[in-house]
């Protein structure tokens, strides 16, 4: 399972990168990105603990569109704290906007 960890207001470009992990054979059943229709949760359920049971229940590999508005959420923040404490295979893609 693939999960997109990102700031909401990169909301266009985390677009074009499910685009593009769509076009390479990634389905809504192996990706999960909470801003997109179709790879998120219901309305009705709870954001934290759908994340606590993706962490729990899938060998998750995340990938972190790092941006300054990124660092400004405290939400991603913490999913990048609970893959770093578990362990988590990940990679980081930064925004143009985004200083190494």
């Known amino acids: 399972m ?6 909401s207001k990169d909301y266009a470009f985390v677009e074009a990168l499910t ?16 801003s ?5 949760i219901g309305l009705s359920q709870d ?10 229940e899938y060998d998750l590999y995340v ?3 790092q941006s300054p508005r990124y660092y400004e959420s405290a939400e991603s923040l913490n999913e990048m ?6 362990q988590t295979k990940f990679c980081s893609i930064l925004t143009k906007d985004m200083n190494y």
């Open 2 to 7: 693939v999960f997109i960890s990102h700031s």
């Open 36 to 40: 997109i229709p179709g790879l998120w």
């Open 81 to 86: 704290g609970a893959a770093w404490v578990l």
């Open 63 to 65: 990938i972190f569109v």
């Open 19 to 34: 685009d593009m992990l769509q076009n390479i054979g990634l389905t809504h059943e192996n990706q999960f990105c909470s």
């Open 47 to 56: 954001i934290f603990e759908s994340l606590r049971h993706l962490f729990q």
